[in-house]
């Protein structure tokens, strides 16, 4: 997938997005699972907004991303406040050639980018050869309810003086997906004329039985299965699902 301009406009898309959550609910699960060290891998980072929040709470933050521009965005905004992240580009399905994390995060629905179950099973792998012993690995993905009653045949819009977007939600071709069509108008303040950006994504989810097994089966213990930053476990209309998994030595 390349972002090419949507890299610029993701933080327009994303401004009202609970980052202090996530940031939170990381530090309060190292807390609860005692993780001693800091070494943090941001995976699919984007921007890096996450990336320069967690730095600044003490994390020592590596990020990765499979765009060339959205890690050019996370580099300026690491620069800007004073922070040192070393970012690479890579596919979070062939991580390779990184040191082992105390955590592993892949945050803002990130995983659900993966396009095959083969793609998801690969990445959970390559996530546990990466981390330290008892070191855990946090995600959210959406839950199958969102992808299906909340975005598939849904437009969402917004018209700014700067940016406007409109949204559009189709049906995707595999079960529980979907493609998110987007077009962006942005002010061209030179001219005073609007350039167009299209952009279109997509997006898979499972149940939260089957990633549960994928982790088992990739050498995790599954520890916290809970929904929409709360301490619960998901609902049948939970819209983001939670999982928090330890590693664990595997039998030889």
């Given at each position: 997938?390349?972002?090419?301009?949507?890299?610029?406009?993701?933080?327009?898309?994303?401004?009202?997005?609970?980052?202090?959550?996530?940031?939170?609910?990381?530090?309060?699960?190292?807390?609860?699972?005692?993780?001693?060290?800091?070494?943090?891998?941001?995976?699919?980072?984007?921007?890096?907004?996450?990336?320069?929040?967690?730095?600044?709470?003490?994390?020592?933050?590596?990020?990765?991303?499979?765009?060339?521009?959205?890690?050019?965005?996370?580099?300026?905004?690491?620069?800007?406040?004073?922070?040192?992240?070393?970012?690479?580009?890579?596919?979070?399905?062939?991580?390779?050639?990184?040191?082992?994390?105390?955590?592993?995060?892949?945050?803002?629905?990130?995983?659900?980018?993966?396009?095959?179950?083969?793609?998801?099973?690969?990445?959970f792998s390559n996530i546990f050869e990466h981390l330290t012993d008892e070191g855990?690995?946090?995600?959210?993905?959406?839950?199958?309810?969102?992808?299906?009653?909340?975005?598939?045949?849904?437009?969402?819009?917004?018209?700014?003086?700067?940016?406007?977007?409109?949204?559009?939600?189709?049906?995707?071709?595999?079960?529980?997906?979907?493609?998110?069509?987007?077009?962006?108008?942005?002010?061209?303040?030179?001219?005073?004329?609007?350039?167009?950006?299209?952009?279109?994504?997509?997006?898979?989810?499972?149940?939260?039985?089957?990633?549960?097994?994928?982790?088992?089966?990739?050498?995790?213990?599954?520890?916290?299965?809970?929904?929409?930053?709360?301490?619960?476990?998901?609902?049948?209309?939970s819209e983001r699902i939670f999982f928090i998994a330890r590693k664990i030595e595997?039998?030889?």
């Amino acid at each position: 997938m390349s972002y090419q301009q949507f890299a610029y406009l993701y933080d327009e898309l994303m401004k009202d997005a609970p980052y202090d959550g996530w940031v939170q609910f990381v530090k309060d699960r190292c807390v609860k699972y005692n993780v001693t060290g800091a070494r943090l891998l941001d995976l699919a980072c984007g921007t890096g907004e996450l990336s320069v929040r967690l730095a600044q709470e003490g994390f020592q933050v590596t990020g990765v991303d499979l765009s060339e521009d959205m890690l050019a965005v996370a580099q300026s905004k690491a620069e800007d406040v004073g922070v040192r992240i070393p970012f690479f580009q890579q596919n979070m399905a062939d991580l390779v050639g990184q040191e082992d994390f105390d955590v592993i995060g892949c945050f803002c629905d990130s995983l659900n980018y993966l396009q095959t179950e083969e793609e998801v099973i690969a990445t959970f792998s390559n996530i546990f050869e990466h981390l330290t012993d008892e070191g855990i690995f946090i995600f959210d993905v959406h839950s199958i309810y969102k992808i299906s009653h909340l975005f598939i045949n849904q437009t969402f819009a917004s018209s700014e003086d700067q940016v406007s977007y409109i949204w559009n939600s189709f049906p995707g071709e595999s079960p529980n997906s979907v493609e998110h069509e987007l077009s962006f108008f942005v002010l061209e303040e030179r001219t005073g004329k609007y350039d167009r950006f299209d952009e279109l994504h997509f997006q898979r989810t499972y149940s939260v039985q089957q990633y549960s097994n994928w982790l088992t089966e990739a050498g995790f213990e599954v520890l916290e299965v809970c929904a929409d930053f709360e301490n619960s476990e998901p609902l049948s209309q939970s819209e983001r699902i939670f999982f928090i998994a330890r590693k664990i030595e595997k039998a030889i």
